[in-house]
């Protein structure tokens, strides 16, 4: 085994170590749920996010029904059915997946009992294939949990007097990614391509590229305007100034990493010299610093 190859498997271990807990799947992540709070909070227009455990679950409620986007664990299915009727009393209708991750599609065996599944044709693939975050395999979902509506570019959905527009964001966090963007409300949610105020999880393993989530990040902020209101993934309600913070991050972080290989330096060397001071503290979360500069030596 070249010095290359050992040092691209640690890479792989580390992060994989990191991230299994969280987003494993209903075995890992799905323990200790009884005391989790799922609370609502108005964001605009029809548009409201619920946070618990997990990913942030949007929501928009109108006269046509219930659309969420995400829905955590499948434990959490009554704590979310109860903040969502203190919204608004109407049915639910449709489920949009970020992704594949069981943090974000764990409640689908529940809530596609009566609602619609929407997402990327390859979220559909790996939860149908069993796949787990970075590279793990697990039980396939049941057929209820699966998406019904796939698309490979994009699609709409006309729903609470508002055009929603879904499109796929390549290449970033995994291979299945999306944005949804409620256009009369001025809403984004950006699943976990946007973890606010700390370090992304970058799957490589599952199609991440750190490359392309700097990229993906940079196209939305092209298009977004400055008074839109952005949900993340993971961590608190986000300006687009926020957005455009963390896409600086994303560019100097991957500059940084990108800089020191091409010079020769080994991944080991990289972490031991750390990310711009500036970015102290963007590893609080299950990402820490070592783990952000391994996804993206893997990226490169």
């Not at 890479?11 to 994989?16: D, E």
């Not at 323990?31 to 709070?37: N, S």
């Not at 434990?75 to 109407?90: C, D, F, N, T, V």
């Not at 619609?116 to 396939?140: C, F, M, S, W, Y």
Request: glycine fraction near 14%; include cysteine.
């Amino acid at each position: 085994m070249t010095p290359a190859t050992r040092r691209s498997r640690l890479a792989v271990l580390t992060v994989a170590v990191a991230a299994a807990t969280i987003l494993a799947g209903p075995a890992g992540a799905q323990r200790g749920l009884d005391d989790v709070q799922v609370t609502a909070e108005h964001v605009a227009g029809s548009v409201h996010m619920l946070t618990g455990a997990g990913g942030n679950i949007g929501v928009s409620a109108g006269d046509d029904g219930i659309l969420i986007v995400d829905d955590q664990f499948a434990p959490l299915a009554g704590k979310i059915r109860a903040a969502i009727a203190g919204i608004s009393a109407g049915d639910l209708e449709f489920v949009i997946n970020t992704h594949f991750h069981g943090d974000h599609t764990g409640g689908n065996v529940v809530f596609g009992e009566e609602a619609l599944i929407v997402a990327h044709t390859n979220v559909r693939k790996r939860l149908a294939a069993g796949d787990g975050a970075r590279g793990q395999q697990g039980e396939p979902a049941p057929k209820v949990a699966l998406p019904v509506v796939t698309y490979d570019i994009g699609v709409s959905i006309h729903f609470n007097d508002e055009q929603i527009m879904i499109g796929h964001l390549e290449g970033g966090h995994t291979d299945g990614d999306s944005f949804i963007y409620f256009m009369d409300s001025n809403v984004i949610h950006l699943g976990d391509q946007f973890f606010a105020g700390r370090f992304p999880f970058v799957d490589v393993l599952s199609g991440g590229n750190a490359v392309g989530l700097r990229d993906s990040i940079g196209g939305v902020l092209d298009r977004l305007s400055e008074d839109a209101k952005v949900i993340p993934g993971h961590g608190p309600l986000s300006t687009v100034d926020d957005l455009r913070t963390y896409h600086r991050m994303l560019t100097d972080c991957v500059a940084t990493v990108k800089a020191g290989r091409e010079a020769g330096k080994s991944l080991e060397d990289l972490q031991a010299a750390g990310l711009p001071g500036e970015w102290e503290g963007w590893g609080s979360g299950f990402i820490n610093e070592s783990v952000f500069i391994a996804s993206i030596y893997e990226s490169l």
